[in-house]
């Protein structure tokens, strides 16, 4: 078989995945939405997480796999963990099929991230149905130690925390700018854009703080590496530390507050 037909059979394939995705869309939308809630909820505890670094009473780790850790601990916490999980693998099939269907390549990187957060939270949840379940803070810094590692290591840890660090700008701007409206099919109201602009702008805040800890990382000291849980505790380590970290929870929470409601009505994740 030569490469011109191999190069056909490739484009064919492509065509016919494409064509499968656009007519399934609306189908695989409608069930992914209940991931949108599922991100809710754990944002949810993310924020009482963090609220509680800021009072000086954490003693988990502030973050998604503390949160799920949360759930695990309560009665009947393992069949909210698996409903979690099929609510996260639901939004990582949306996010693939709009990462295929994309008509911009901005709007289609976002879905491929939002596909490996969903696969990552996904798999997170049932390894604490499992019993299995361990801090993705320090998951992230033996990464971060492997990578220092490798040759050239500690470049390709302060790109990745700048790019994090954009990315955390980037959000802020959009939260500030009222661009998450376009993610939900009708109106907002003047309070769900409240929440909005609040939870955007401290995802922000969040993300840029953890970009530039990664960064720092580069130098040797990886427990600065250590996600969400890092950031917090640095925003708390500052003159007003406390207030700051609060308002960012209370941040979270409204983020947590409008996925939870505009769910139902999301054009997009």
């Known amino acids: 078989m030569n490469s011109r037909n191999v190069q056909s059979r490739a484009e064919d394939g492509a065509r016919r995945g494409e064509a499968f ?7 695989v939308k409608r069930v992914g939405r209940v991931g949108v809630a599922a991100e809710g909820v754990v944002y ?22 503390g949160a799920l850790g949360q759930i695990a601990s309560k009665p ?12 996260f693998v639901a939004l990582l099939a949306w996010q693939v099929v709009a990462a295929i269907t994309a008509d911009k390549t901005s709007r289609r990187v976002s879905a491929v991230a939002k596909a490996v957060a969903a696969a990552a939270l996904a798999v997170s949840s049932l390894k604490f149905v499992a019993g299995g379940g361990s801090s993705s803070g320090q998951q992230q810094q033996t990464v971060t130690q492997r990578v220092l590692e490798a040759p050239g290591g500690a470049v390709v840890v302060v790109v990745v925390g700048l790019v994090i660090v954009g990315i955390g700008v980037a959000t802020v701007v ?22 909005g602009v609040a939870g955007w702008v401290a995802r922000g805040v969040a993300f840029a703080v953890l970009g530039v800890l990664v960064v720092v990382s580069a130098t040797g000291d990886t427990g600065k590496s250590r996600g969400l849980d890092a950031a917090f505790h640095e925003i708390a380590a500052q003159p007003f530390g406390t207030v700051a970290l609060l308002l960012v929870a209370l941040g979270l929470a409204a983020y947590a507050v409008f996925q939870l409601i505009t769910a139902r009505r999301r054009s997009r994740a």
């Open 21 to 27: 995705a656009r007519a399934h869309e609306a189908g």
């Open 44 to 65: 949810l505890l993310i924020a009482w997480l963090a609220a509680q670094v800021a009072l000086g009473s954490g003693s988990g780790s502030a973050d998604s796999s």
């Open 76 to 87: 009947f916490g393992e069949v909210l963990l698996v409903v979690l999980a099929l609510g």
């Open 174 to 195: 959009r939260g500030l700018q009222e661009k998450f409206e376009d993610k939900v099919e009708g109106s907002l109201s003047p309070a769900l854009t409240g929440l």
